[in-house]
């Protein structure tokens, strides 16, 4: 009897455990205050919207930029790894980003343009769920160097 107790919890556990939603879906705020970006100008409001779309997470971003310009970007990448698929606001040709997962609370990215490293991305979620961290560094589409570090809240 106690076997089976043990299974059957075991096995609710999983289901649970499989079912739930990836720990960076919902809507996250770009904290500018808390955010730094070098260079700058930092971006004057950012809002992330990320939704799972079967087996991939679809992002879509909308805000106001460092010159006060309104953008929008929607894209979707593979949770399991691979190259993000831009649907809305891609970058110029030639760039592209590819995604790896280390782990649930991590999502780390490279963007490239034609073969060569421009950035890595880091992205790491808070132990409470309510914020991550987003770090980048590298260079931008002019070789400029770039080195930001973001918070983003629910």
């Not at 205050?33 to 079967?54: C, L, M």
């Not at 190259?83 to 592209?96: K, L, N, R, S």
Request: charged share 20%; proline share 6%; glycine share 12%.
């Amino acid at each position: 009897m106690l076997k089976k107790l043990v299974l059957g919890l075991m096995v609710i556990g999983f289901v649970g455990t499989a079912s739930a939603a990836d720990v960076f879906t919902g809507t996250w705020k770009l904290n500018v205050s808390k955010s730094k970006y070098s260079p700058g100008p930092a971006p004057k409001a950012v809002t992330v919207v990320i939704a799972e779309k079967g087996t991939d997470l679809a992002i879509a971003s909308s805000g106001t930029d460092g010159a006060g310009k309104p953008f929008a970007t929607k894209y979707t990448f593979p949770m399991k790894g691979g190259p993000i698929v831009f649907t809305e606001g891609a970058p110029a040709a030639g760039i592209t980003v590819a995604i790896k997962r280390p782990n649930a609370n991590t999502i780390d990215s490279t963007s490239t343009q034609n073969g060569k490293t421009l950035a890595t991305t880091n992205n790491v979620m808070a132990a409470d769920g309510k914020s991550f961290t987003r770090t980048v560094k590298g260079t931008d589409a002019e070789g400029k160097p770039v080195n930001n570090a973001e918070v983003w809240e629910k």
